[in-house]
């Protein structure tokens, strides 16, 4: 085969490899509260914690990679407690003055989760020894308020926003009566909670 189209080819080949998409994976909640799709190489936490109905981490930047960005999901049931939507997000940003040291509060406004109405806290400060930033996004469903956190160090916040956007909006809310909500929910949702042992390397 003559050299210059072998190279070709294998360039070809090389970038036939490069554009092959990443699998797409499916998940329903405990409860079957919600269903949302993530992308396959980021890491599902098997584990079960109370409040917490799903999270999943990306994947390491490099081997040094010490913080790992993360995306959970939390519910908490609100039946017959009388509170509006905007009495629940002022009350979410104060609890955050007690969850994160050095908070501040970057921006607060309305967005969409899936096909559904809420709000975005976006906010940054410390969380033990790392200077990281979230979006908290929150929508009020069935009685109950769901609330997607995305945890990042402040450098990598961009590149893994638009994956986490699209994990936000794949989320599904069903229709699940409240009287079945197991009673593990919590009141406020702790950014960065339950990490796997794999999540802080160095």
Not at 76 to 94: C, H, R
Request: hydrophobic share 40%; net charge positive; charged share 20%.
């Amino acid at each position: 085969m003559n050299k210059k189209i072998f190279c070709s080819f294998l360039l070809f080949s090389s970038a036939l490899l490069v554009a092959q998409p990443i699998a797409v994976k499916s998940f329903i909640s405990r409860g079957g509260y919600f269903s949302i799709n993530y992308p396959g190489n980021w890491e599902l936490n098997a584990q079960l914690v109370p409040g917490i109905y799903f999270q999943v981490f990306s994947p390491k930047e490099s081997p040094n990679d010490q913080f790992r960005e993360s995306l959970n999901i939390v519910i908490e049931d609100l039946n017959g407690k009388q509170v509006s939507e905007q009495q629940y997000i002022e009350a979410t940003k104060k609890n955050l003055l007690f969850n994160v040291k050095d908070y501040h509060l970057q921006k607060v406004g309305e967005t969409m989760m899936g096909s559904y109405k809420a709000y975005e806290i976006i906010y940054s400060g410390k969380l033990n020894m790392y200077n990281l930033k979230f979006r908290a996004v929150i929508s009020i469903f069935e009685k109950r308020a769901f609330v997607a956190t995305y945890s990042s160090d402040i450098i990598s916040y961009d590149k893994f926003y638009p994956e986490i956007t699209k994990i936000i909006n794949s989320i599904r809310l069903l229709r699940v009566p409240v009287q079945s909500v197991k009673p593990d929910s919590i009141k406020v949702p702790k950014p960065g909670a339950a990490k796997p042992k794999t999540q802080v390397k160095k």
